[in-house]
């Protein structure tokens, strides 16, 4: 049987625009893991790692005319956020160069033999060391920074491990050109390209994720998805670290101070952040708790308003499009139900962004409207009017795991009396937001981009310095001889390592 071709799409018409590649048989699965597996040893030189990524984010940045040109005929998410995005990818693998240069993340402890205590310590030297091959699974709505040059693959490159990606079916064409960089980042480097490998098809993904020789995967995509692959890591005879992001509802809770105070302006903030991007941040807030009555009425008027302003706009693709349809159709037809906005078609290639409102007490025991307590991926958000705290606390009680969650306060809550609500909404997220909005995610050592289950499979982070330990583990010697330790763990420290002697900072 022929290997069924993979088709860059044009998703502003649904047309074919050209076959980009074939999709990846078992065979070829098996050969591109087992080449992966047999250069891991080229990654060992922390000095060469780090030149390779910044090679790599050089070249992204050199060949951004025509990497934003690929990714905008294959995603329309237009020539402004990608530029954007390329940017954020190329910082991302400068900053893991970073990472890998200051060395913190290895996590060295050096404890001494010490006879005197009880019981004796023997000599222990511990750190972390690279799982081996990663498999990463790319991203629709991020054809950069959540794809082949994006924080999965840089920070598995950063701990030293060769990574294969399955491409994402939205942007092969966009896959192809950034994986060739990255290998051409490599090759300048004296590392062998089979350190970064690329396959098309979902059957290859599924291969991936049970190949013997992978030693762990990073996913960012759907539940359904992202469950599938996560329960088949963890039925392989082996285990395997699955990092899976799926999906987020981003829960907002507006204070009724906050609304009286500057409604307007939460209005139109809220108005942006939903329909940022067509609405396909995983970080959408697609879920507000706003007060009932006149202070809560001016908010929604102002995101009436900013809502409706908002052009048509255009999904990843056809798929996507009719998803959000559908679930918003569904959504619509439940009873206490209404419409301010009415999200759907805006075209017959594009969406109209809407959002739907209402009574919160519906929402606070299980029944028929739990679809508004899920995400629909797109332009469109669900209000739900509280007329008291205990509507509030109820409805929070029965959210899912989220990435983010918000708490808009006024000015005169600062003080500490949103404390309550603050420490409700904790628990539901990764990342807990005041008077701010989710949508946009700063690459930053102090960043969490995660969250309690089904948000992500982990408590790690996909963003930020510490995304890098997703793919080491620790491993401690023993009463080893000097010259058969690790260069990291002897008892010179010629690297100028951050470490840990005998518990305290050397």
């Known amino acids: 049987m022929a290997a069924a071709p993979v088709w860059s799409v044009d998703p502003r018409t649904g047309n074919p625009r050209e076959q980009v590649a074939v999709e990846a048989t078992a065979e070829e699965v098996d050969r591109v893991v087992r080449a992966a597996h047999a250069v891991r040893a080229s990654l060992a030189d922390r000095a060469v790692r780090a030149a390779f990524l910044r090679t790599a984010a050089d070249l992204l940045a050199g060949a951004g005319e025509h990497v934003i040109e690929a990714a905008d005929a294959e995603t329309a998410l237009g020539p402004a956020r990608l530029t954007g995005e390329l940017a954020r990818t190329a910082a991302q693998l400068r900053a893991f160069a970073e990472v890998v240069d200051e060395g913190a993340y290895l996590d060295i402890h050096i404890d001494h033999a010490d006879a005197t205590r009880t019981p004796p310590w023997p000599d222990l030297r511990r750190y972390k060391i690279p799982l081996g091959v990663v498999a990463v699974y790319a991203a629709s709505n991020f054809p950069l920074a959540f794809s082949v040059p994006g924080g999965d693959t840089a920070s598995a490159l950063a701990a030293g491990c060769p990574v294969v990606i399955k491409a994402h079916p939205d942007h092969p064409a966009t896959s192809e050109l950034c994986a060739s960089l990255l290998r051409r980042a490599a090759a ?3 590392l062998p390209e089979d350190v970064v490998t690329l396959v098309h098809g979902f059957q290859a993904g599924v291969e991936l994720v049970r190949h013997p020789l992978v030693s762990a995967a990073g996913f960012t995509g759907s539940i359904r998805g992202g469950r599938a692959l996560f329960d ?12 899976g992001e799926l999906g987020s509802l981003n829960p907002v809770v507006i204070t009724e101070a906050a609304a009286a105070e500057r409604g307007e302006q939460i209005g139109a903030g809220l108005a942006g952040s939903i329909t940022m991007g067509a609405g396909q941040f995983c970080t959408k807030p697609g879920f507000v708790l706003a007060p009932a009555g006149e202070s809560g009425d001016r908010l929604l008027k102002s995101l009436t308003g900013a809502v ?10 056809h798929r996507m499009r009719d998803a959000f349809l559908a679930g918003v159709s569904e959504r619509a037809a439940l009873p206490g139900v209404e419409l301010p906005v009415t999200p759907g078609a805006g075209g017959e290639h594009t969406v109209a962004a809407g959002f739907l ?9 299980e029944g028929a409207h739990d679809a508004l307590l899920e995400e629909c991926f797109g332009p469109v958000t669900v209000v739900a009017r509280y007329t008291s705290e205990d509507e509030i606390t109820a409805v929070l009680s029965r959210l899912p795991g989220n990435l983010t969650a918000t708490l808009q306060i006024a ?7 949103a404390a309550g609500l603050l420490a409700a909404l904790t628990p539901l997220a990764g990342r807990v937001l005041v008077n701010g909005w989710p949508t946009g995610v700063a690459v930053a050592p102090a960043q969490h981009h995660g969250g309690p289950y089904p948000a992500t499979t982990s408590t790690s982070t996909s963003v930020g310095a510490t995304a890098i330990e997703r793919w080491l583990r620790p491993v401690t010697y023993q009463t080893t001889p ?15 390592l951050p470490r ?5 900072p050397a």
């Open 188 to 190: 300048q480097h004296g």
């Open 232 to 243: 088949a890591a963890a039925a392989r005879p082996v285990p395997i670290p699955f990092h």
């Open 308 to 317: 409706s302003d908002t052009e048509a706009g255009v999904l990843l693709d």
């Open 357 to 365: 409102t209402v009574p919160a007490h519906l929402l606070a025991t």
């Open 411 to 417: 000015t005169e809550e600062a003080d500490g009396s």
């Open 482 to 496: 000097e010259a058969l330790l690790p260069p990291e763990l002897r008892e010179d420290n010629p690297q100028d």
């Open 500 to 504: 840990r002697v005998n518990g305290h």
